[in-house]
Nanobody, 121 residues
Framework: QLVESGGGLVQAGGSLRLSCEASGRTDDHYTMGWFRQAPGRDREYVASSGWSAAFTDYADSVRGRFTLSRYITNHTMYLQMNNLEPGGGAVYYC????????????????WGRGTQVTVSS
């Protein structure tokens, strides 16, 4: 089970930190990732952490502004989002999966319910 938190309303240029807690896991052999979905748009890849947090990857649209952190010991992942762009609001989803590329939604077999991020201009 995955539970996201930390969403909210922020002004453009501001920051938010999202959290995702994975319960029921006893190992670190899985990929965790963040995706987002804006109204009327497809779910979009944001960032991911590979097995055992061996590497981290970002979408080009967020690289340099967002930072993913993952703590294996407590199965928690964070997304620090800085310099949020106007109109950049979306529901952010946390996913966990066993294999495949982190930027593909098909890699993930478990999803959280999402947390809303709203960016005001």
């Amino acid at each position: 089970q995955l539970v996201e938190s930390g969403g909210g309303l922020v002004q453009a240029g501001g920051s938010l930190r999202l959290s995702c807690e994975a319960s029921g896991r006893t190992d670190d052999h899985y990929t965790m990732g963040w995706f987002r979905q804006a109204p009327g748009r497809d779910r979009e890849y944001v960032a991911s952490s590979g097995w055992s947090a061996a590497f981290t990857d970002y979408a080009d649209s967020v690289r340099g502004r967002f930072t993913l952190s993952r703590y294996i010991t407590n199965h928690t992942m964070y997304l620090q989002m800085n310099n949020l762009e106007p109109g950049g609001g979306a529901v952010y989803y946390c996913g966990a999966g066993g294999g495949g590329y982190g930027d593909s939604a098909t890699t993930y077999d478990a999803w959280g319910r999402g947390t809303q991020v709203t960016v005001s201009s």
